[in-house]
């Protein structure tokens, strides 16, 4: 009932200036601001409705169970490392990711991620201690610097961040457009990189036995097209793959200026009607293709959620243990009020210990109101911890308990978890070394290893090598429930998380 002053209410690309801002920031100059805003607000579009509308499509396949998505990259990016090298890693991490999942669960992969556009991230507290000064919180390049001298939140990084985005998405589109994603070359697909030798040996039978099907389809002329794609060859689907960018939207004055009144593609066409496609608009913000709420800015009468519910790109909603089960379907009903398939995506991030306690409720709640949506796992928010040596880390063991269990509540409630989204990245440092910021996995890392190469100034990330432990989980997974198999010993789950689980039970 309360929900239903929100949707009578009209909506405008600024109607939430009206409602309570969660997370402001304070910037000390408002005509500096209002400036760069309205420069934003006339540069181009860094993505298109028709790419916003494809996805929305590939998600509604999500929830019907017909695909499944990929979630993944940087907990924050900065602007330091726009570079070929750690944009190609990140993507390479993805696809390899991907292929894993392809491989044992025979499904679609919706690949979204945290890129172009990732950089602002919400903070507990206003201001923090550095030494023996009191600063303001570090919020994000596209608010203040890193550096204690650098935390007034300037406007010009939000110009900044908008070049950031498309030079990242320039770089992005490039190497999936140049056979980067090509599945004739999975050798190339960062295997290099991978130094645990049982890691190497499972992802290298994947490998092998892709290739072996690739070797079969041009055997028997299924992938006729031979020639080049640099010499004037078709690309096909071996040799491209959709990649789609997101950010979480919580900075919404720059996701406002960014904000366009477009043409619904293909709108008339797909009611029967021959009226003309202008007069079919939509507001699309272009600033990415998937935006999600975060767990602190989704109260239901706050100016975040009156945003959102606007827009017409795919949303995702972060689900902690504090949201209760009818403020959910409220939240729904909010958002998408005309239950449009594919429009929400819910990730939930409760923490292994309280999984349990809520995801079950929250499926039930959801399924009793009909709202189609997307769940996705998020176990990395809910399982951060500090360190022996004060780095915030997070353990393997915790991380892949969450996913188990959330496959497990799932199935015991008549639902499917859809998808994964995960913080993890494929940067090397100079020598060629994996980050080292989580705790476990097959390389067995240990808290005293983390400072070797820390290297994130937000959150905690899997490493290369500790993503694609994650990945064999669950291909492993889906290949055992395709094949019927049920119950019995998994080696994988032993070896990478089963010290861990037997650790806490035995606490």
Known sequence: MSSQPERIVEWTSDSWKGKPVAQPVAYPD????????????????????????????????????????????????????????????????ILSFSLILVWGARLPIVRIGRIAGQYAKPRSNSYERVGDREVLSFRGDNVNGLDVNERIPDPERLLKAYFHSATTLNCVRGLLSSGFASLHHPRNWSLAHVRSPALRREFSQIITALGDALDFSHTIGADANTTPYERGGARNTLEEVDFYTSHEGLMLDYEQALTRALPIPDRSKANGTKSDPRDHKAHYNTSAHFLWIGDRTRQLTGAHVEYFRGIRNPIGIKVGPSMMADELVRLLEIVNPDRESGRVTLITRYGASKIQDHLPLHIRSVHASGHPVAWVCDPMHGNTQTSSLGLKTRHFGTIVSEIVDCLRIHAANNSR?????????????????????CVGGSMELGEEELGLRYQSFCDPRLNFEQSLDVAFLISNHFKKERRGVDGGSDVLYTELAGRFAAEVSGN
């Open 30 to 93: 408002a005509a500096h601001l209002n400036k760069v805003l309205s420069e934003i607000s006339t540069l181009p579009p860094l993505v298109t409705p028709s790419e916003i509308e494809r996805l929305r499509h590939q998600l509604s396949l999500v929830q019907r169970n017909e695909a499944f998505l990929l979630h993944a990259g940087d907990c924050a990016e900065s602007f330091d490392a726009c570079t070929n090298e750690n944009i190609s890693a990140k993507i390479g991490l």
């Open 417 to 437: 978890l859809n998808g994964v989204s995960l913080e993890f990245t494929g940067e090397l440092n100079d020598e060629g070394f994996s980050v080292t910021e």
